[in-house]
């Protein structure tokens, strides 16, 4: 398990313990998280599972591979620490991981 | 004020509208996607009286478009395909009613009548029933083997029925129908190590939803994955041997050899309980863009529903996981009395080999084919885009191989209406950044 805490658009923070092995993106579908639609399931296919990560954790998180960055790049609101929530795997590195998601996923 | 029906109608409606949500019963029949989702949006956005989810299948909501890659593939387990985990429906007082089939809907009396008597009372009634496969009236087709892909249950038949077993050849599976279903089946059957023969009376796989480039791509791809095809190709019948089936006839009487027929050849709404009570139907549940029929106390979402198409002005039916999620949050959006959500383009996406098949919008009022890249099938290059064009160069659909920044900039382009420069939009070198701007 490891403590991602997911804030929404208005600043609400909701800590949530996500088992380690699931997606970020699948730790919010799976507790309810507004703010995450996750159209595909996690395929990488759809850029609906947008969140901006703490910029403190960037490095932790690693860097998008090339189709998650063509995804992003057409994504509403990017940011330099834009990523997509289903492509971050959690390990026991990101116990504690912040993410905060955009106003809309559309 | 001249008041006509429209307004008596849109009245009603706005009098549905939930006041003391907490006397409001929602009952969801279908526990799949589309009704899964429903009821967690309705939470989300604040409702807070009782909600009943009843699903037919005996498990809660979970994802089925794995069922055909990841999960028959063996590359997901059980519980990654559930979309929440048990917890989550009684941490958030939805009732799960499971392996519970609705019979009947009574309007007058505002019921649901379950297989069995008991009659369960509503105030609010999501229908997210889904679809059914086709069945096709073939000498054979209750042979044991044949089988279908709609539900985990199906797929865990197919994974059983394609296994290698510890010694001797591997499965063969012969496919009716070259729809996507077929094709992802085909694809994931060869990655368990089985034969796949693919059956498609059309000249080409994918004809009722592909362009010919398109289709031919696929095919030559499959091929070289090992599959083979028989296209143009009538079916006679499934033949057994003591119930068992053994193989695919042909029209004209060859023999398809197999160990398990997959019948992919469409599905049919789930809306009989809505077209027994009177509701409007058409192979879909007839509602408006908030999801409701013409009975203000009864929503229609997901596949079972047949909608409008702001796009495309037309009405029409969606199979996709996004169509469930959007009439869901429509429906939940207006029991709340929320702003509706912004219309989405439809999108539809597939996975077989290393191929992400991405599409955006319906080829409806489209006269012009413009492909961006070469659709050559080499292993590990192949990335391309076909677009759907107006007269005048407006994108109404985009298929997308490998091909993320055209599915993107095509979803934006079908939003905006903006005309493209066919030149331009032809030419790999120039970004679709560019394109779109």
């Given at each position: ?33 507004p ?35 063509s ?15 289903c ?15 955009p106003?809309?996923?559309? | 004020?001249h008041?006509n ?27 799949g ?7 967690a ?21 979970y ?14 387990d059980?519980?990654?395909l559930?979309?929440?985990p ?6 958030n ?26 009659a369960i ?17 073939l000498?054979?087709i209750?042979?044991?083997g044949?089988?279908?892909?709609r ?40 990655a ?14 994918l004809a009722?939803?592909?362009c010919e ?5 696929f095919q030559d ?13 009538g ?31 469409g599905?049919?709404?789930?809306d ?33 529903s047949?909608r ?38 439809p999108?539809?996406w ?10 955006a919008?319906?080829?409806?009022d489209?006269t ?7 659709p050559t ?52 070198s120039?970004?679709m ?5």
């Open positions: 398990m490891a403590k991602i805490i997911y804030i929404d658009h208005a600043g609400t923070e909701r800590p949530i313990e996500v088992k380690t092995g699931l997606t970020v993106m699948e730790g919010a579908i799976k507790h309810n998280v703010g995450i639609d996750a159209d595909c399931g996690g395929a990488c296919a759809c850029a609906t599972c947008h969140v901006y990560v703490d910029p403190d954790w960037m490095d932790k998180v690693g860097s998008a591979s090339a189709m998650e960055e995804m992003l790049d057409f994504a509403e609101g990017v940011q330099p620490n834009s990523r997509l929530s492509q971050i795997k959690v390990t026991d590195a990101l116990d504690g991981l912040k993410v905060t998601t106003e809309s996923q559309h | 004020m008041v029906d429209a307004d008596v109608l849109k009245a009603a409606k706005r009098e549905m509208r939930v006041s003391d949500p907490t006397l409001v019963h929602i009952v969801i029949v279908g526990a996607h589309a009704g899964g989702a429903v009821a949006f309705l939470r989300q956005y604040g409702f807070a009286g009782p909600i009943t989810l009843i699903g037919e299948e005996p498990i809660p909501p994802q089925r478009p794995p069922l055909s890659k990841a999960w028959l593939k063996g590359e997901a059980a519980e990654s559930m979309l929440r048990d917890s989550f429906y009684a941490e007082a939805i009732a799960l009613r499971l392996d519970t089939r609705v019979e009947r809907l009574d309007r007058g009396a505002k019921t649901v009548v379950l297989h069995g008597g008991e009372s509503y105030d609010i009634l999501i229908l997210a029933t889904g679809r059914r496969a086709r069945r096709i009236p000498p054979g209750d042979l044991n044949v089988l279908e892909l539900t985990a249950a199906d797929a865990d038949r197919l994974k059983a029925a394609l296994s290698r077993p510890q010694s001797g050849p591997g499965k063969r599976l012969a496919v009716i129908g070259g729809g996507y279903i077929g094709l992802e089946a085909a694809a994931s059957a060869r368990l190590g089985a034969e796949a023969v693919v059956i498609e009376k059309e000249p080409r796989v009722r939803v592909a480039a398109l289709s031919t791509f791809y499959h091929r070289q994955h090992g599959v083979i095809f028989e296209l143009g190709a079916v006679e019948a499934i033949e057994g041997e003591n119930g068992q089936a053994v193989g695919v006839r042909l029209t004209g009487g060859r023999l398809i050899e197999a160990d398990a027929v997959l019948v992919g050849v599905a049919v709404a789930n009989e309980l809505a077209k027994d009570a009177g509701l409007e139907c058409d192979n879909g549940i007839l509602v408006d863009l908030a999801a409701q029929t013409a009975d203000p106390a009864i929503y229609a979402i997901g596949d079972c047949r409008p198409l702001p796009h495309y002005e037309r009405i029409g039916h969606l199979e996709s996981v996004p169509n469930a999620l959007e009439q869901a949050k429509q429906a939940a959006a207006h029991i709340t009395g929320r702003a509706p959500p912004p219309h989405e383009v999108w539809f597939s996975d077989q080999y290393d191929l992400k098949l991405q599409i919008g319906l080829p409806h489209a012009q084919i413009l492909i961006r890249g070469e099938a080499v292993q590990g290059a192949a990335r391309f885009a076909v677009f759907h064009l107006t007269a005048d160069n407006r994108v109404q659909a985009v298929e997308a191989i490998n091909a993320a920044p055209e599915f993107m900039a095509g979803r934006q382009l079908i939003t905006s209406r903006k005309p493209v420069a066919p030149d331009k939009l032809r030419d790999m120039v970004s950044k560019e394109v779109a701007a």
